[in-house]
C-alpha cells in the first residue's frame, strides 16, 4: 500500500523567513496531492493541493512542487507570519488493486513561527 | 455556508462502554470520510462512504467498529466494548464527489476511555 513520509516533524523558523516540508510516497499511480493545516483544536483545511500532470504550484505565500520521478512534493511558505504557525499535513492518494482509492497521509509537521 | 459539524465534540466513557459519534456533512456532498488522529500523530483512514455505501473498509481496526450512512447524509461511527487504545479525535469530512477533491473537515470527536 502506499506509505507517505513526511519530514521534518518539527520545524521552527523566524518571522519572514521560508519554511520547506518535505514528503515522499511510495505509489507510482498517485496523482493528487493535497497538503492541509490543522490549527489547535481544529479539523484539517485544505491549503494547496497539485496534481500530476503539473511541476508546480503557487497561491500567495504558499507554493507547492511535484517530482513524480523520485516520487516527492514539498511545501514551500515564504515570508512566514505568525498565523502560519500550525501543525501541516501532506498526502498523497492510494489506490488499492481493486480500484479503491484513499487519501494517505504523512505525519504531520509542526511548524512554529518565532516573531 | 455550514460547514461539517460533529457531536459530540468530547467524550468521555468507561472502558467496555459503547460509544456512538456523529456527523453532519456538507449538504450535497456525496463523500464522507471517517479518521482518526491519535495525541501528536497523523491522520488514520477509518472508512469512506459514497452515498450510503461504503466501498473501502479496510482501515477499521477491529469488528469492535463499525459505521452507517443513511439518506446520503448523517453519519454514525460506532464503537462497541471501548478498550483505552481507542482514546484519540475522531475526524469527519466530506467532499462533493471523490477523493481527488477538497475534504471538509468537521472539528473532530475527542474520546477519552478510562
Known amino acids: 500500500g502506499e506509505n507517505v513520509e513526511q519530514h521534518p516533524s518539527t520545524l521552527s523558523v523566524q518571522e519572514g523567513d521560508s519554511a520547506v516540508i518535505k514528503c515522499t510516497y511510495s505509489?507510482?499511480?498517485?496523482?493528487?496531492f493535497p497538503w492541509y493545516k490543522q490549527e489547535l483544536g481544529k479539523g484539517p483545511q485544505l491549503i494547496i493541493d497539485i496534481r500530476s500532470n503539473v511541476g508546480e504550484k503557487k497561491d500567495q505565500r504558499i507554493a507547492v512542487t511535484l517530482n513524480k520521478t523520485a516520487k516527492h512534493f514539498s511545501l514551500h511558505i515564504t515570508e512566514t507570519q505568525p498565523e502560519d504557525s500550525a501543525v501541516y499535513f501532506c498526502?498523497?492518494?492510494?489506490?488499492?488493486?481493486?480500484?479503491?482509492?484513499?487519501?494517505?497521509f504523512g505525519q504531520g509537521t509542526r511548524l512554529t513561527i518565532n516573531p | 455556508g455550514a460547514g461539517v459539524s460533529q457531536s459530540p465534540s468530547n467524550k468521555v466513557t468507561e472502558k467496555g462502554k459503547d460509544v456512538e459519534l456523529r456527523c453532519d456533512p456538507i449538504?450535497?456532498?456525496?463523500?464522507l470520510y471517517w479518521y482518526r488522529q491519535s495525541l501528536g500523530q497523523g491522520l488514520e483512514f477509518l472508512i469512506y462512504f459514497q452515498g450510503n455505501s461504503a466501498p473501502d473498509k479496510s482501515g477499521l481496526p477491529s469488528d469492535r467498529f463499525s459505521a452507517e450512512r443513511t439518506g446520503g447524509s448523517v453519519s454514525t461511527l460506532t464503537i462497541q466494548r471501548t478498550q483505552q487504545e481507542d482514546s484519540a479525535v475522531y475526524l469527519c469530512?466530506?467532499?462533493?464527489?471523490?477523493?481527488?477533491?477538497?475534504?471538509?473537515f468537521g472539528p473532530g470527536t475527542r474520546l477519552l476511555v478510562l
Open positions: 505509489d507510482s499511480a498517485s496523482n493528487y
Open positions: 469530512a466530506s467532499s462533493l464527489w471523490s477523493y481527488q477533491e477538497t475534504q471538509y
Open positions: 498526502a498523497a492518494v492510494q489506490t488499492s488493486l481493486q480500484g479503491a482509492q484513499k487519501l494517505v
Open positions: 449538504s450535497g456532498h456525496t463523500a
